[in-house]
């Protein structure tokens, strides 16, 4: 089966490819990457869209703190400045506090000099998997025999 998530799948030939890393004193998620041409929207620069996932990716590599799953509720998206292909970038996504089964979150785009490029603020809803995927899972192993 495999992991073929379009933001950090490696298994998904034409996702993203993000690596997170913990930066276990922050308790934040890294990743550093460049944008190929192929995410291109306006011309030079990156498609709204994919800014918009790999802010969601950042947020919910979160999820790895508590060893919970939750799913992105809501999402609000600052574009300050656009994001350049082909340039190194970081992003930076953390926790800002937990209510229940909703965990707030937060993220950031970065260029190579530091300047926020993209923000987010996120509302993640926690879930059971197993309950919520049941479905799905079964016809998988279905459709193998």
């Not at 890393?21 to 990457?33: I, S």
């Not at 926790?95 to 089964?101: A, I, K, L, S």
Request: net charge positive; proline share 5%.
């Amino acid at each position: 089966m495999g992991n073929k998530c379009f933001g950090c799948g490696p298994q998904n030939k034409t996702g993203l490819k993000l690596k997170f890393v913990l930066d276990e004193e922050r308790g934040r998620f890294l990743c550093r990457f460049r944008l190929q041409g192929r995410f291109v929207g306006p011309p030079a620069h990156a498609h709204g869209g994919i800014i918009a996932t790999i802010l969601d990716e950042a947020m919910g590599k979160v999820n790895k703190l508590r060893n919970v799953v939750c799913l992105t509720h809501t999402m609000q998206i600052r574009y300050q400045k656009p994001v350049p292909l082909f340039k190194p970038l970081i992003v930076e996504g953390w926790e800002q506090r937990v209510r229940g089964r909703e965990h707030y979150r937060a993220a950031e785009i970065r260029n190579g000099d530091g300047e926020v490029l993209a923000s987010s603020k996120g509302k993640f809803i926690e879930i059971d998997p197993h309950r919520m995927f049941a479905k799905y899972l079964k016809e998988k192993h279905s459709d193998a025999t």
